[in-house]
């Protein structure tokens, strides 16, 4: 499904030779860019890697894990792989963290409003609030011992999309430990991980991107090293009908796209399975509410853009977060 | 005597010039044409369709691709772009032209990319 056949690999000197590399897969853009002798093989391996997470965590491919999982709502068990019940186990554990607002069970809410296909529509407030009776999370039955795993209704459908990116960059990089990179980028539909330094020793210099800008211009960069770094905005995946935007970051409670008053949140945490969970929390939750929950988490950094364009960032980034001079009209708060 | 061996000299100093003239501005446009080659892929689905070399194209054209109806791609000398797609938003088609080292374009629901080999100049 995917293939790394395409890579170019770059030859600067012994020491920087590097592999760089797109492909398409779960539903986005998967760019490398890996430094070493072996780097051609890792990133061929990587690339197998996430094709099988996709096969079996994905909720449009048929015969996947989920997709049988699905299936069977309200109806039987289904035994789950590893992968699955850790990645499972993780949105349980948001889910509760975040009052809901991470939520895996949107499953529905997604289907209706069409996100990821090309028939995006507006559903009818009453079968929203049909829908919003499948989405509890005490109906995943889960049975730990025997790796085993049932919805309770007919109808519920499980989506890991809010976190199987996160879940697929910690894996990268763990090949790209293991097989000796010293370092090395993956940007999966802006879910960023890095391995290291770059080879000269200075950190990666990760972009922020404007909400706003279709060319992608950035309007800060953070510099990371052995750390991932997970955009969840509402200008990833939109549709617009009569002058209103409806973006595909659903609120559970409300079943609508979250109106929080943000346009994007950042967070920046060692693992990217946590933080592609997070950042979505953190931007259905809201401004005071979503700094508040990265902020008690240790390890954690959030920058918060609002629809008003002004940036904010968790104390921890207040001397790291490096605004970029040209920024189209966004303004940096310090709060408190 | 005297202007023959001053001619012969200053001939000798010409030729020796245009010799490392040549020479120099040989070697410069030879690995200045080896850096600017621009090599496209186009790839669906991970496999590679095409490999085209920009710099070598003497007329435009136009390529369907066969995987995906209504996907049409134009290469012309030192660019490339998707001309048109069967894709809702055509966010392929409106990247526009690929013509720098690095430039990329995306179709993502049928799976196909267009890239031009090589890093950006930061």
């Given amino acids: 499904m995917i293939s790394c056949y395409g890579c170019d690999s770059i030859k600067t000197s012994n020491i920087n030779d590097f592999i760089e590399c797109e492909e398409i897969g779960m539903g986005t853009i998967i760019k490398q860019r890996v430094y070493g002798k072996n780097a051609r093989t890792v990133a061929d391996e990587v690339t197998e890697a996430l094709n099988s997470i996709e096969k079996k965590l994905s909720v449009n491919l048929e015969g996947s894990e989920i997709d049988r999982l699905n299936k069977n709502a309200g109806k039987s068990y289904v035994t789950l792989s590893e992968d699955t019940c850790f990645v499972l ?179 920046i945490m060692d693992a990217s399975i946590d933080a592609d969970a997070l950042s979505t929390a953190a931007f259905v939750l809201g401004l005071d509410k979503g700094m508040k929950l990265i902020e008690d988490i240790k390890g954690a950094e959030g920058i918060f853009i609002t629809t008003d364009k002004k940036i904010y960032v968790t104390v921890g980034l207040r001397n790291i977060f490096n605004q970029n001079e040209k920024a189209n009209g966004y303004e940096y708060v310090q709060k408190r | 005597m005297n202007m023959f061996k001053k001619g012969d000299f200053l001939l000798t100093v010409i030729v020796i ?49 066969p995987e995906s109806s209504g996907e049409i791609i134009r290469v012309e000398r030192g660019r490339i772009r998707f001309l048109s797609a069967d894709c809702p938003d055509n966010l392929c088609v409106k990247t526009g032209w690929l013509s720098k080292k690095g430039d990329m374009a995306v179709c993502l629901p049928n799976r196909i990319i267009i890239k031009i080999e090589g890093m950006k100049d930061n």
């Avoid at chain 2, 600017?36 to 691709?65: F, M, T």
Wanted: a neutral charge.
């Fill in chain 1, 89 to 267: 186990e993780k949105s349980l554990y948001y889910s509760r963290l975040s009052d809901g607002r991470f939520n895996p069970m949107v499953g529905p809410l997604v289907k209706a409003w069409g996100i990821n296909t090309d028939k995006q529509r507006v559903p009818e407030q009453t079968e929203i609030a049909d829908i919003l009776k499948l989405v509890d999370v005490n109906d995943i039955l889960l049975d730990k011992k025997s790796s085993r795993c049932m919805l309770a209704k007919e109808g519920q459908l499980l989506d890991l999309g809010g976190i199987v990116k996160g879940y697929a960059g910690d894996v990268a990089a763990e090949i790209y430990k293991r097989k000796g990179i010293e370092s090395a980028y993956i940007n999966l539909g802006g879910n960023v991980v890095v391995v290291g330094n770059k080879p000269d020793g200075t950190p990666w210099e990760i972009g922020i991107q404007d909400p706003r800008d279709v060319k992608g211009s950035i309007i800060g960069t953070v510099n990371i090293t052995d750390q991932a770094v997970v955009t969840s905005g509402d200008y990833e995946r939109f549709f617009e009908k009569d002058n209103i935007r409806y973006h595909h970051i659903i609120d559970p409670k409300t079943g609508y796209p979250a109106d929080s008053g943000l346009m994007s949140v950042t967070v």
């Fill in chain 2, 17 to 65: 010039v245009l010799a490392l003239t040549a020479l120099a501005f040989f070697k410069c446009y030879s690995s200045n044409d080896a850096k600017e080659q621009r090599i496209a892929i186009v790839k669906a689905n991970g496999n590679i369709l095409y490999r085209i070399n920009l710099d070598n194209i003497k007329e435009s054209r136009d390529i369907a691709l």
